[in-house]
């Protein structure tokens, strides 16, 4: 009466009339072990800063004032309204809406997306139109948003820490400071940073460096018949200027035609300036598009003394731009809009693509980022000293429940008598076309405490979390060193990008070897002209394992029912629900009950389905086969979420035979045949199919969004034994 498979069936969006767009973009956010990892800890996060809001009576408005008073350009963002309101509305839809994406299904299963696009209507007062609309568009109109609310948040956090005696009105303990420490905001996964700087080929002198941040990065199709993703990326990399009036040409132009002359007879003002630009030339700080005053900057460009006219010094400068920050989801957009002299038409260009990329910082920033690290921690440790004394208590406090909405459409499908699709020839693993080892962030069991700043250009104006913030009533300052002092690129960066950089980089995790691999995750395809068409989502299933005892473990994380529980009097605002106290107990028995009901509608199917997600995977590589079909994973019953493993006894498996725990090692399981097969689900809103990794990667002509994610996990080689 169902299938047997637990990877054979997942949620579908139904569309009611031009919802594909907005079905393919959800259903690729569900595909993200990054992203479902930060919505728990985000949404955690916020949960704790309300509790402390509320164990401090904390006046919300009055908080809120304070904040925009001090930072007039949250007053003029576009975000203005989100940012009067201490909420989290989008994230609290988006982890709801994600949490049905991922639920194992054993039959077919659709909802509708637009209890989520109700909450976005709300966040901006304004109501969506039914008429057809870009998933590029949508994609980036929820990424603004959630950044927003992330830095919101991280605003919010930073200035209580740096206001705490004026918003306690008191002399705060060290017990109040160590509980805001541990509320650590995490990196909006999206977020990435790119350095743009150009160099000149006549004299090799360097522009200032430009800090861009990006949440999708957007790539414009060729008009060629064939393209390379990587080639692509490569040559929006560099590009050359011809015709560029460099300053430090005109400069040492100037100032050697002055040397050779000699000249005694120049009008005094001319003196001043020719003095100015003889001392700028021997500055080795001096960049190719300097700011100078207008009256120098005048003066260079009229410059015309025996035969050296200024007007007509030109150079070619070579622009490059680099990924100074790898985002733990790295999202690309190919533009495939093509105006042909008279209208706008669809570029079919075909794109070749790989399930695999790698990234790499670069040699020459990569150990001056670190820097920056060094500097906001020692900032941070002043901060702490302030106001904190040697003994510090280390008590935790649990996150509340979160209620949810009810769903507002859901449709579940016939149950089907079906056999067991996954006892097919198990030598296919041997040549399958997926890796399949991707499906679990597990390279950085620590990334909840990364913390950015910047994403998107109209999220710039919010960036009041750097050291340099000031605090209302007092003159102390934490910043440490001169901004003057530091440069990046060869070149000197101003006050503001110091700040921005230290924290943007202040808990990211660098790779010794600078090398950042990436596995696709998900692919958004459009066909059609550039006017109509219908989008699909190509989704990356998660990983299904088994393990000696046939027991099937689903390896990935979930959205934390209990953050979105469902329940009366829902609310996206921490200060607005009833408090929970899960302790004594009246929490055990909450909790069991809940233990309960997550698995009282598996019970009587088979097989029962094991959730954990461990940390620390290995692919085990067989001699002569390119796609492992066996890991190695931490016990998972000591990686498991709290509720996961019903009627499945680990206790005993724990201890040895003299009762003692035994000391953590791993297990190798190998992974259910059909998920190497065909890894992956095709999505055409209700309808679900199943492919291979080689029908993904032929969508050449109509591939319009992917998502890679951040992985690196280690391989161990070993030759197969008979």
Request: glycine share 4%; aromatic share 8%.
């Amino acid at each position: 009466m169902f299938s047997k498979r637990p990877d054979k069936y997942t949620t579908g969006l139904i569309n009611l009339r031009n919802d594909c767009f907005a079905n393919s973009s959800l259903q690729a956010y569900s595909s993200l072990p990054s992203l479902t990892e930060y919505l728990n800890n985000f949404i955690t996060s916020f949960n704790k800063l309300c509790e402390f809001i509320q164990a401090h009576n904390i006046d919300v408005q009055k908080l809120i004032d304070l904040r925009l008073e001090l930072n007039k350009n949250l007053q003029n963002s576009k975000f203005k309204r989100s940012n009067s309101t201490f909420d989290i509305p989008l994230h609290i839809a988006m982890a709801k809406i994600v949490r049905k994406l991922q639920e194992t299904e054993l039959t077919s299963r659709t909802i509708s997306v637009w209890t989520f696009l109700h909450e976005l209507e709300n966040v901006f007062n304004a109501k969506m139109s039914r008429s057809q609309h870009d998933a590029h568009e949508l994609t980036q109109l929820i990424n603004e948003t959630l950044e927003n609310e992330n830095l919101k948040l991280k605003s919010f956090v930073r200035f209580i820490k740096l206001n705490l005696d004026t918003i306690l009105q008191q002399h705060p303990s060290p017990q109040d400071f160590h509980d805001l420490e541990k509320i650590i905001v995490p990196e909006f996964p999206f977020d990435g940073l790119i350095l743009s700087q150009m160099t000149c080929l006549s004299c090799h002198g360097v522009s200032k460096p430009n800090f861009t941040p990006f949440v999708m990065l957007t790539l414009p199709v060729p008009l060629t018949l064939t393209c390379n993703l990587e080639k692509i990326l490569e040559e929006n990399e560099s590009e050359q200027i011809e015709g560029y009036q460099c300053i430090k040409c005109r400069i040492g132009k100037i100032s050697l035609n002055e040397e050779r002359l000699q000249r005694t007879n120049i009008p005094p003002q001319d003196e001043v300036f020719i003095k100015k630009i003889i001392e700028l030339n021997s500055d080795p700080n001096l960049t190719i598009n300097q700011d100078l005053p207008e009256d120098l900057e005048n003066f260079i460009k009229n410059y015309n003394v025996q035969g050296i006219d200024i007007s007509r010094v030109t150079s070619t400068v070579q622009k490059k731009s680099q990924i100074l920050k790898p985002p733990k989801i790295f999202g690309i957009h190919l533009s495939r809009s093509a105006f042909d002299g008279q209208v706008v038409r669809r570029n079919s260009s075909r794109v070749e693509f790989s399930d695999k990329l790698t990234l790499s910082i670069g040699p020459e920033y990569h150990d001056k980022l670190k820097q920056f690290q060094s500097l906001v921690n020692e900032e941070d440790e002043k901060l702490r000293e302030k106001y904190t004394s040697n003994v510090l208590t280390t008590d935790e406090n649990d996150m509340e429940d979160e209620d949810v909405q009810r769903e507002d459409y859901e449709e579940k499908g016939k149950e089907e008598d079906e056999e067991d699709d996954e006892e097919g020839d198990e030598t296919d693993q041997g040549t399958a076309t997926e890796n399949g080892t991707d499906d679990l962030d597990d390279e950085e069991d620590e990334d909840d405490d990364d913390t950015s700043s910047l994403t998107s250009q109209e999220s710039v104006p919010q960036t009041i979390t750097t050291s340099s913030t000031v605090r209302p009533n007092t003159n102390e300052s934490v910043t440490i060193g001169s901004p003057q002092e530091h440069t990046i690129a060869q070149a000197p960066i101003s006050n503001k990008q110091t700040d921005n950089l230290k924290e943007i980089f202040k808990r990211f995790k660098f790779n010794e070897n600078d090398l950042y691999k990436y596995r696709l995750r998900a692919v958004i395809r459009h066909f059609g002209s550039h006017t109509q068409g219908h989008y699909e989502c190509f989704k990356h299933k998660p990983l299904f394992v088994k393990d000696k005892e046939g027991n099937i473990f689903k390896l990935s994380p979930e959205i934390d029912e209990e953050l979105v529980g469902e329940g009366e009097g829902d609310s996206s605002s921490g200060l607005t629900r009833k408090s929970s106290t899960r302790s004594g107990s009246a929490g055990s028995n909450e909790q069991d009950s809940g233990f309960r009901n997550k698995f009282s509608s598996m019970m009587g199917r088979r097989p029962s389905v094991f959730h954990a997600n461990p940390s620390n995977v290995e692919e085990i590589i067989q001699s002569g086969l390119q796609t492992p079909a066996e890991i190695l994973v931490e016990d998972p019953c000591k990686n498991n979420f709290e509720d996961a493993f019903a009627n499945y006894d680990f206790a005993d498996k724990l201890k040895d035979g003299h009762g003692q725990k035994q000391e953590e090692k791993k297990v190798k399981m190998k992974k259910i045949p059909s998920i190497i097969s065909k890894p992956y689900w095709r999505i055409s809103d209700g309808q679900v199919t199943e492919v291979s990794k080689a029908a993904v990667l032929q969508e050449e002509t109509t591939v319009y969004m992917l998502y890679y994610e951040r992985v690196d996990r280690k391989q161990i080689k070993r030759h197969h034994r008979a």
